[in-house]
């Protein structure tokens, strides 16, 4: 494994963009960043899909990369880097590397779909022959419209670029197979919340978790629970912690719910999103509020 790789172990969080009116709020992405080290993340991934990265422009984009790496201060960053061509990943990588990035995350291309998943065989492996920085493959086919195949991660597993896969498609069975097919050392992050205790049983390297925004010190617990072998521990953080915040954040939202439970959390003033994105009712912030309390009593 490489130290880049091995840098990248446990939880990280996909940090949401803070924004005021039309700008973005490099202030409070600092204030973001502080509260999410001091709650012990492993490392941060701006520019993600909680990120909004698809509604920042080029200057924007840089931007939110630069403050995170100096904010970071050491902390390992994974940017966002996703595109829907191969140059325009790879001029995304080029600034990510520019600023300090450690490595960077990408999807499949998310409006031309493949007509063959030898199609995003050929667009991974490009980028990759390309890149400045390690890479992170991404799977969300809730955003992308189909998930990165088994057997293509199998094979990309192998170029000397590709360190790892983060799978948001929430299907612990896919999950399962990467781990059972992909060789040792290569990295599984689980990035579906409400899978991070059971993808950790199951062997995963750790998760990049929205919620960690908002309550980092649970998603921390729960995996040093796990490492220690305290699979019963990592289920009650897991079920009084996390799971309901989760719920009601899936219901409302991610993006808007995250920066609506940050907001509660004093951790943000705003909960600004960009359109077509729309912020929480007041019916609904309440309930965000509420469960946020009841998530951070035990670790304050």
Do not use: W
Request: contains cysteine.
């Amino acid at each position: 494994m490489t130290d880049v790789a091995r840098r990248f172990d446990g939880v990280h969080c996909p940090l949401v963009t803070p924004f005021d009116g039309d700008a973005v709020d490099h202030e409070a992405l600092e204030a973001l960043v502080d509260h999410v080290v001091d709650g012990g993340v492993d490392g941060l991934v701006p520019c993600g899909t909680t990120g909004e990265f698809a509604s920042l422009d080029d200057a924007e984009y840089r931007a939110v990369l630069a403050t995170t790496v100096e904010r970071a201060d050491g902390t390992p960053v994974m940017a966002g880097t996703a595109a829907t061509s191969v140059k325009a990943t790879v001029d995304r990588i080029d600034a990510a590397a520019e600023v300090g990035a450690d490595a960077a995350l990408i999807t499949l291309p998310y409006f031309h779909g493949a007509n063959d998943p030898a199609g995003d065989v050929a667009f991974v492996e490009a980028v990759a022959d390309e890149t400045a920085l390690p890479l992170y493959l991404y799977n969300i086919p809730a955003c992308v419209g189909r998930s990165l195949d088994a057997d293509a991660v199998v094979e990309l597993s192998g170029h000397d670029a590709i360190l790892g896969v983060k799978d948001s498609s929430g299907d612990l069975n896919y999950f399962s197979e990467l781990l059972r097919r992909t060789p040792d050392g290569f990295q599984l992050f689980e990035g579906f919340d409400s899978h991070l205790v059971p993808g950790l049983v199951m062997g995963a390297t750790g998760g990049v978790n929205a919620l960690s925004n908002v309550i980092p010190e649970p998603f921390v617990a729960a995996a040093t629970a796990v490492d220690r072998g305290d699979v019963a521990e990592a289920r009650r953080i897991h079920e009084r912690h996390i799971a309901p915040l989760f719920q009601q954040c899936v219901e409302h939202g991610f993006a808007p719910a995250t920066k609506a439970a940050l907001r509660a959390r004093g951790v943000l003033e705003t909960d600004e999103v960009r359109p077509p994105l729309v912020g929480l009712d007041g019916t609904a912030r309440d309930e965000i509020s509420s469960l946020v309390e009841t998530s951070v009593t035990a670790y304050r």
